[in-house]
Protein backbone atom coordinates (compact mmCIF):
# COMPACT_ATOMS: atom_id res chain seq x y z
CA UNK A 1 0.00 0.00 0.00
CA UNK A 2 1.34 3.56 -1.00
CA UNK A 3 -0.47 6.38 1.71
CA UNK A 4 0.67 10.11 2.54
CA UNK A 5 -0.22 12.55 5.03
CA UNK A 6 0.63 16.60 4.25
CA UNK A 7 0.75 19.06 7.15
CA UNK A 8 1.73 22.53 7.05
CA UNK A 9 0.11 26.36 6.41
CA UNK A 10 0.78 28.51 3.27
CA UNK A 11 2.39 31.05 5.96
CA UNK A 12 4.03 28.41 8.42
CA UNK A 13 7.18 27.80 8.98
CA UNK A 14 7.27 24.30 6.59
CA UNK A 15 5.23 22.06 4.21
CA UNK A 16 5.58 18.24 5.06
CA UNK A 17 4.80 14.83 4.16
CA UNK A 18 5.26 11.17 5.50
CA UNK A 19 5.41 9.23 2.56
CA UNK A 20 4.87 5.48 3.20
CA UNK A 21 5.19 2.41 0.89
CA UNK A 22 7.73 3.08 -1.43
CA UNK A 23 10.46 0.00 -1.66
CA UNK A 24 13.61 0.09 -0.71
CA UNK A 25 16.84 0.45 -3.26
CA UNK A 26 15.09 3.39 -5.45
CA UNK A 27 17.68 5.79 -6.56
CA UNK A 28 16.41 9.20 -5.62
CA UNK A 29 18.15 12.51 -5.09
CA UNK A 30 16.81 15.88 -3.47
CA UNK A 31 17.71 17.88 -6.61
CA UNK A 32 15.35 15.46 -8.62
CA UNK A 33 12.45 16.94 -6.73
CA UNK A 34 13.62 20.53 -6.40
CA UNK A 35 13.62 19.88 -10.49
CA UNK A 36 10.04 19.68 -10.26
CA UNK A 37 9.20 22.05 -7.64
CA UNK A 38 10.62 24.87 -9.22
CA UNK A 39 8.34 23.87 -12.54
CA UNK A 40 5.63 24.53 -9.99
CA UNK A 41 6.53 27.99 -9.51
CA UNK A 42 6.86 29.29 -12.95
CA UNK A 43 4.27 30.90 -15.62
CA UNK A 44 3.01 33.66 -16.87
CA UNK A 45 0.59 35.06 -14.49
CA UNK A 46 2.29 34.12 -11.37
CA UNK A 47 2.05 36.12 -8.22
CA UNK A 48 4.87 37.78 -5.77
CA UNK A 49 4.92 35.03 -3.43
CA UNK A 50 6.96 32.83 -6.14
CA UNK A 51 9.50 35.84 -5.96
CA UNK A 52 10.17 35.36 -2.75
CA UNK A 53 9.64 31.47 -2.24
CA UNK A 54 12.71 29.29 -4.08
CA UNK A 55 11.29 25.66 -2.67
CA UNK A 56 13.45 23.09 -2.00
CA UNK A 57 13.04 19.79 -1.02
CA UNK A 58 15.03 17.89 2.50
CA UNK A 59 14.76 14.53 3.35
CA UNK A 60 13.92 13.87 6.76
CA UNK A 61 13.59 10.19 7.12
CA UNK A 62 13.47 7.87 4.51
CA UNK A 63 16.51 8.34 2.12
CA UNK A 64 19.91 7.23 3.18
CA UNK A 65 23.28 7.88 0.63
CA UNK A 66 20.65 8.33 -2.25
CA UNK A 67 18.64 5.39 -2.01
CA UNK A 68 15.28 4.64 -0.33
CA UNK A 69 15.42 2.51 2.70
CA UNK A 70 12.00 0.76 2.69
CA UNK A 71 11.02 3.22 5.32
CA UNK A 72 8.48 6.23 5.45
CA UNK A 73 9.76 9.01 3.85
CA UNK A 74 9.21 12.34 5.34
CA UNK A 75 9.89 15.43 2.94
CA UNK A 76 9.96 19.00 4.44
CA UNK A 77 9.40 22.72 1.97
CA UNK A 78 10.74 25.30 4.43
CA UNK A 79 8.56 28.48 3.54
CA UNK A 80 11.05 31.29 3.63
CA UNK A 81 8.23 34.00 3.97
CA UNK A 82 7.56 32.41 7.34
CA UNK A 83 10.10 35.91 8.53
CA UNK A 84 7.59 37.59 7.65
CA UNK A 85 4.56 35.62 8.87
CA UNK A 86 6.48 34.02 12.59
CA UNK A 87 4.14 36.42 14.82
CA UNK A 88 0.94 36.27 13.06
CA UNK A 89 1.50 32.25 12.42
CA UNK A 90 2.56 31.40 15.92
CA UNK A 91 1.55 28.19 17.41
CA UNK A 92 2.31 30.36 21.15
CA UNK A 93 -1.31 30.92 22.85
CA UNK A 94 -2.18 34.76 22.49
CA UNK A 95 -4.59 36.90 20.24
CA UNK A 96 -3.55 37.31 16.57
CA UNK A 97 -2.39 40.78 15.07
CA UNK A 98 -5.95 42.34 14.34
CA UNK A 99 -4.86 43.62 10.82
CA UNK A 100 -4.13 40.07 9.67
CA UNK A 101 -7.55 38.87 10.89
CA UNK A 102 -9.82 37.61 7.98
CA UNK A 103 -13.53 38.19 8.02
CA UNK A 104 -14.60 38.89 4.47
CA UNK A 105 -14.53 35.69 2.64
CA UNK A 106 -13.77 35.27 -0.98
CA UNK A 107 -16.86 33.94 -3.21
CA UNK A 108 -15.69 30.63 -4.67
CA UNK A 109 -12.74 29.89 -2.29
CA UNK A 110 -13.41 27.28 1.26
CA UNK A 111 -12.78 30.72 2.93
CA UNK A 112 -16.83 30.76 4.29
CA UNK A 113 -17.61 27.19 4.43
CA UNK A 114 -14.53 26.15 6.33
CA UNK A 115 -15.18 28.98 8.71
CA UNK A 116 -18.84 27.60 9.46
CA UNK A 117 -17.31 24.39 9.35
CA UNK A 118 -15.15 24.63 11.93
CA UNK A 119 -16.15 27.58 14.12
CA UNK A 120 -13.66 29.81 13.28
CA UNK A 121 -14.20 33.76 13.48
CA UNK A 122 -11.13 34.17 11.72
CA UNK A 123 -10.82 33.01 8.17
CA UNK A 124 -7.03 32.95 8.27
CA UNK A 125 -7.77 29.54 9.72
CA UNK A 126 -9.17 28.20 7.16
CA UNK A 127 -7.19 30.10 4.23
CA UNK A 128 -3.82 28.57 5.22
CA UNK A 129 -4.67 25.16 4.56
CA UNK A 130 -7.16 25.37 1.90
CA UNK A 131 -4.18 27.75 -0.09
CA UNK A 132 -2.69 26.05 -3.10
CA UNK A 133 0.22 26.81 -1.39
CA UNK A 134 -0.23 23.47 -0.06
CA UNK A 135 0.70 21.92 -3.32
CA UNK A 136 4.31 22.46 -3.36
CA UNK A 137 4.39 19.15 -0.69
CA UNK A 138 2.12 17.31 -3.37
CA UNK A 139 4.63 17.84 -6.35
CA UNK A 140 7.29 16.75 -3.69
CA UNK A 141 5.47 13.53 -3.28
CA UNK A 142 4.39 12.99 -6.60
CA UNK A 143 7.96 14.18 -7.39
CA UNK A 144 9.01 10.34 -5.76
CA UNK A 145 6.55 8.86 -7.48
CA UNK A 146 7.81 9.70 -11.20
CA UNK A 147 11.03 8.00 -9.92
CA UNK A 148 9.57 4.77 -9.46
CA UNK A 149 7.32 4.87 -12.55
CA UNK A 150 10.58 5.65 -14.34
CA UNK A 151 12.61 2.30 -13.38
CA UNK A 152 9.59 0.71 -15.16
CA UNK A 153 9.70 3.20 -18.22
CA UNK A 154 6.59 4.97 -17.43
CA UNK A 155 6.85 8.62 -18.01
CA UNK A 156 4.39 11.47 -17.15
CA UNK A 157 3.95 14.60 -18.50
CA UNK A 158 2.13 17.63 -18.94
CA UNK A 159 1.12 21.12 -20.98
CA UNK A 160 -1.65 23.43 -21.24
CA UNK A 161 -4.36 23.10 -23.51
CA UNK A 162 -6.82 25.89 -23.16
CA UNK A 163 -6.54 29.24 -21.09
CA UNK A 164 -9.34 31.71 -20.97
CA UNK A 165 -11.16 30.57 -24.07
CA UNK A 166 -7.95 30.37 -25.51
CA UNK A 167 -7.75 26.88 -27.03
CA UNK A 168 -4.57 25.01 -28.77
CA UNK A 169 -5.28 22.74 -31.68
CA UNK A 170 -2.21 19.84 -31.67
CA UNK A 171 -1.17 18.35 -34.76
CA UNK A 172 -2.16 14.82 -34.72
CA UNK A 173 1.49 14.17 -35.69
CA UNK A 174 3.15 15.69 -32.78
CA UNK A 175 4.39 13.21 -30.14
CA UNK A 176 3.38 13.38 -26.38
CA UNK A 177 7.18 13.93 -25.72
CA UNK A 178 7.25 16.45 -28.44
CA UNK A 179 4.57 18.05 -27.09
CA UNK A 180 6.03 18.26 -23.28
CA UNK A 181 9.13 19.41 -24.49
CA UNK A 182 7.79 22.29 -26.66
CA UNK A 183 5.63 23.40 -23.20
CA UNK A 184 8.60 23.52 -21.04
CA UNK A 185 9.89 26.49 -23.14
CA UNK A 186 6.27 28.08 -23.14
CA UNK A 187 5.80 31.22 -20.00
CA UNK A 188 2.30 29.16 -20.17
CA UNK A 189 3.25 25.82 -20.89
CA UNK A 190 1.74 25.52 -24.12
CA UNK A 191 2.94 23.37 -27.43
CA UNK A 192 2.14 25.85 -30.04
CA UNK A 193 4.35 29.59 -29.67
CA UNK A 194 1.40 31.19 -31.74
CA UNK A 195 -1.32 30.25 -28.81
CA UNK A 196 0.82 31.02 -26.26
CA UNK A 197 1.25 34.56 -27.33
CA UNK A 198 -2.61 34.53 -27.18
CA UNK A 199 -3.12 32.89 -23.58
CA UNK A 200 -0.26 35.50 -22.72
CA UNK A 201 -2.24 38.43 -23.87
CA UNK A 202 -5.34 36.85 -22.31
CA UNK A 203 -3.80 37.22 -18.92
CA UNK A 204 -2.40 40.28 -19.15
CA UNK A 205 -5.98 41.60 -20.21
CA UNK A 206 -7.16 39.84 -16.85
CA UNK A 207 -4.38 41.90 -14.87
CA UNK A 208 -5.43 45.34 -15.84
CA UNK A 209 -9.06 44.24 -15.11
CA UNK A 210 -8.35 43.14 -11.87
CA UNK A 211 -9.32 39.76 -13.03
CA UNK A 212 -8.47 36.42 -13.03
CA UNK A 213 -8.31 33.67 -15.69
CA UNK A 214 -9.06 29.81 -15.49
CA UNK A 215 -8.06 26.95 -18.26
CA UNK A 216 -7.45 23.43 -19.37
CA UNK A 217 -4.37 21.25 -18.68
CA UNK A 218 -4.09 17.73 -19.97
CA UNK A 219 -1.81 15.07 -18.20
CA UNK A 220 -0.46 12.16 -20.14
CA UNK A 221 1.13 8.90 -19.19
CA UNK A 222 3.13 6.99 -21.54
CA UNK A 223 4.33 3.17 -21.41
CA UNK A 224 1.96 2.55 -18.85
CA UNK A 225 1.54 -2.13 -18.43
CA UNK A 226 -1.71 -3.64 -19.20
CA UNK A 227 -3.87 -4.36 -16.45
CA UNK A 228 -3.19 -1.73 -13.80
CA UNK A 229 -6.40 -1.02 -11.61
CA UNK A 230 -9.31 -3.49 -11.64
CA UNK A 231 -13.48 -3.38 -12.23
CA UNK A 232 -14.29 -5.86 -9.27
CA UNK A 233 -14.98 -2.99 -7.04
CA UNK A 234 -15.73 0.44 -7.75
CA UNK A 235 -13.18 1.82 -5.23
CA UNK A 236 -10.14 0.04 -7.01
CA UNK A 237 -11.42 2.03 -10.63
CA UNK A 238 -8.39 3.40 -11.70
CA UNK A 239 -10.26 6.10 -13.77
CA UNK A 240 -12.06 6.70 -11.01
CA UNK A 241 -8.88 7.01 -8.50
CA UNK A 242 -7.28 9.66 -11.22
CA UNK A 243 -10.26 11.75 -11.41
CA UNK A 244 -10.47 11.98 -7.81
CA UNK A 245 -6.54 12.76 -7.79
CA UNK A 246 -7.01 15.55 -10.01
CA UNK A 247 -10.10 16.81 -8.39
CA UNK A 248 -8.39 17.38 -5.08
CA UNK A 249 -6.03 19.33 -6.62
CA UNK A 250 -7.49 23.45 -5.17
CA UNK A 251 -9.73 25.01 -7.78
CA UNK A 252 -10.43 22.11 -10.28
CA UNK A 253 -14.09 21.73 -11.75
CA UNK A 254 -13.85 18.52 -14.13
CA UNK A 255 -12.28 15.77 -15.80
CA UNK A 256 -11.74 14.31 -19.23
CA UNK A 257 -10.32 10.76 -19.37
CA UNK A 258 -9.09 10.05 -23.45
CA UNK A 259 -12.22 11.49 -25.59
CA UNK A 260 -13.94 12.60 -22.73
CA UNK A 261 -17.25 14.69 -22.98
CA UNK A 262 -16.98 14.70 -26.83
CA UNK A 263 -17.77 11.15 -26.44
CA UNK A 264 -21.21 11.59 -25.50
CA UNK A 265 -21.73 13.51 -28.50
CA UNK A 266 -20.70 10.32 -31.42
CA UNK A 267 -22.24 7.30 -32.08
CA UNK A 268 -20.56 4.05 -30.59
CA UNK A 269 -18.88 3.52 -33.74
CA UNK A 270 -16.88 6.54 -33.44
CA UNK A 271 -16.13 5.81 -30.16
CA UNK A 272 -14.91 2.63 -28.92
CA UNK A 273 -11.11 1.46 -30.09
CA UNK A 274 -10.91 -1.49 -32.37
CA UNK A 275 -8.76 -4.67 -31.14
CA UNK A 276 -5.88 -6.18 -33.07
CA UNK A 277 -3.71 -8.82 -32.88
CA UNK A 278 -0.10 -8.92 -33.93
CA UNK A 279 2.35 -10.52 -31.83
CA UNK A 280 0.35 -9.55 -29.06
CA UNK A 281 -3.45 -7.73 -28.64
CA UNK A 282 -3.09 -3.81 -30.37
CA UNK A 283 -5.73 -1.04 -30.94
CA UNK A 284 -6.06 0.99 -33.85
CA UNK A 285 -7.00 4.72 -31.48
CA UNK A 286 -7.27 6.02 -27.94
CA UNK A 287 -10.28 7.23 -27.89
CA UNK A 288 -10.55 5.65 -24.43
CA UNK A 289 -7.59 7.34 -23.08
CA UNK A 290 -5.75 4.15 -21.90
CA UNK A 291 -8.38 2.75 -19.33
CA UNK A 292 -11.34 0.66 -19.94
CA UNK A 293 -13.62 -0.61 -16.97
CA UNK A 294 -10.75 1.07 -15.00
CA UNK A 295 -8.14 -0.89 -16.24
CA UNK A 296 -5.19 0.15 -18.01
CA UNK A 297 -5.20 -1.07 -21.55
CA UNK A 298 -1.40 -0.44 -22.40
CA UNK A 299 -2.14 2.98 -24.37
CA UNK A 300 -0.83 6.10 -23.06
CA UNK A 301 -3.51 7.55 -20.21
CA UNK A 302 -4.69 10.32 -21.37
CA UNK A 303 -6.75 13.17 -18.66
CA UNK A 304 -7.52 16.43 -19.16
CA UNK A 305 -8.89 18.55 -16.09
CA UNK A 306 -10.60 22.02 -15.93
CA UNK A 307 -9.76 24.55 -13.41
CA UNK A 308 -12.04 27.46 -12.56
CA UNK A 309 -10.49 31.45 -12.35
CA UNK A 310 -8.40 31.99 -8.91
CA UNK A 311 -10.89 32.97 -6.33
CA UNK A 312 -8.78 36.06 -4.78
CA UNK A 313 -10.01 39.08 -7.33
CA UNK A 314 -7.91 42.38 -7.20
CA UNK A 315 -11.02 43.88 -8.54
CA UNK A 316 -12.88 42.19 -5.35
CA UNK A 317 -16.51 40.58 -5.50
CA UNK A 318 -19.56 41.38 -2.78
CA UNK A 319 -19.50 39.83 0.33
CA UNK A 320 -20.68 39.69 3.66
CA UNK A 321 -18.62 39.94 6.95
CA UNK A 322 -18.90 37.33 9.14
CA UNK A 323 -18.77 39.01 12.37
CA UNK A 324 -20.77 41.89 11.47
CA UNK A 325 -23.09 40.19 9.13
CA UNK A 326 -22.93 43.55 6.82
CA UNK A 327 -22.11 43.54 3.31
CA UNK A 328 -18.29 44.37 2.31
CA UNK A 329 -15.98 43.34 -0.78
CA UNK A 330 -14.08 40.17 -0.28
CA UNK A 331 -10.93 39.99 1.40
CA UNK A 332 -7.77 40.27 -1.15
CA UNK A 333 -5.12 37.69 -0.55
CA UNK A 334 -1.75 38.04 -2.25
CA UNK A 335 -2.36 35.96 -5.53
CA UNK A 336 -2.15 34.96 -8.93
CA UNK A 337 -3.73 35.79 -12.08
CA UNK A 338 -3.77 32.39 -13.48
CA UNK A 339 -1.95 29.57 -12.30
CA UNK A 340 -2.67 27.02 -15.07
CA UNK A 341 1.11 26.67 -16.43
CA UNK A 342 1.72 24.91 -12.56
CA UNK A 343 -1.52 23.29 -12.17
CA UNK A 344 -0.58 21.11 -14.98
CA UNK A 345 2.57 19.82 -12.86
CA UNK A 346 0.77 19.84 -9.97
CA UNK A 347 -1.45 17.05 -11.89
CA UNK A 348 1.48 15.36 -13.00
CA UNK A 349 2.06 14.74 -9.56
CA UNK A 350 -1.46 13.68 -8.09
CA UNK A 351 -1.89 10.98 -11.25
CA UNK A 352 2.06 9.96 -10.93
CA UNK A 353 1.20 9.03 -7.15
CA UNK A 354 -1.75 7.79 -8.35
CA UNK A 355 -0.38 5.12 -10.96
CA UNK A 356 2.27 5.18 -8.49
CA UNK A 357 -0.14 3.18 -5.80
CA UNK A 358 -1.71 1.07 -8.63
CA UNK A 359 1.28 -0.20 -9.82
CA UNK A 360 2.54 -1.27 -6.11
CA UNK A 361 -0.78 -2.90 -5.57
CA UNK A 362 -0.31 -4.79 -9.11
CA UNK A 363 3.43 -5.95 -8.61
CA UNK A 364 4.10 -5.83 -4.96
CA UNK A 365 7.85 -6.54 -3.34
CA UNK A 366 9.75 -4.88 -0.88
CA UNK A 367 12.70 -3.96 -2.63
CA UNK A 368 12.75 -2.22 -6.41
CA UNK A 369 14.63 -5.71 -7.09
CA UNK A 370 11.64 -8.13 -5.52
CA UNK A 371 8.92 -5.94 -7.72
CA UNK A 372 10.98 -5.97 -10.87
CA UNK A 373 11.10 -9.58 -10.78
CA UNK A 374 7.07 -9.55 -10.18
CA UNK A 375 6.96 -6.77 -13.04
CA UNK A 376 8.94 -8.92 -15.52
CA UNK A 377 7.10 -12.33 -15.05
CA UNK A 378 3.89 -10.33 -15.73
CA UNK A 379 5.11 -8.58 -18.81
CA UNK A 380 5.84 -12.05 -19.77
CA UNK A 381 2.78 -13.62 -19.57
CA UNK A 382 0.93 -10.97 -21.30
CA UNK A 383 2.93 -11.49 -24.29
CA UNK A 384 2.16 -14.86 -24.14
CA UNK A 385 -1.66 -14.58 -23.88
Known amino acids: MLRYLTAGESHGQCLTAILEGIPSGLPLRAEQIDHDLARRQKGYGRGGRMRIEQDRVDFLAGVRKGHTLGNPITLLIRNKDWENWKEIMSPEPGPPAKE ?13 VGAIKYNHRDIRNVLEKASARETAIRVAVGAVAKRL ?83 AQWDRRLTGRLAMALMSIQAMKGVEVGMGFEAAQRFGSEVHDEIFYDQGFTRGSNNAGGLEGGITTGQPIVLRTAMKPISTLYNPKKSVDILTKQPVEATIERSDICTVPAAGVVGEAVVAYEMASAFIEKFGGDTLQEMRRNYDAYQDYVKRF
Open 100 to 112: KVVTCPRPGHADL
Open 149 to 231: LAEFGMNVYSYTVAIGGVTVALGKNLSVEEAFERAEKSDVRCPDEATSEKMVARIREAKHKGDTLGGIFEVVVTNPPLGLGSY
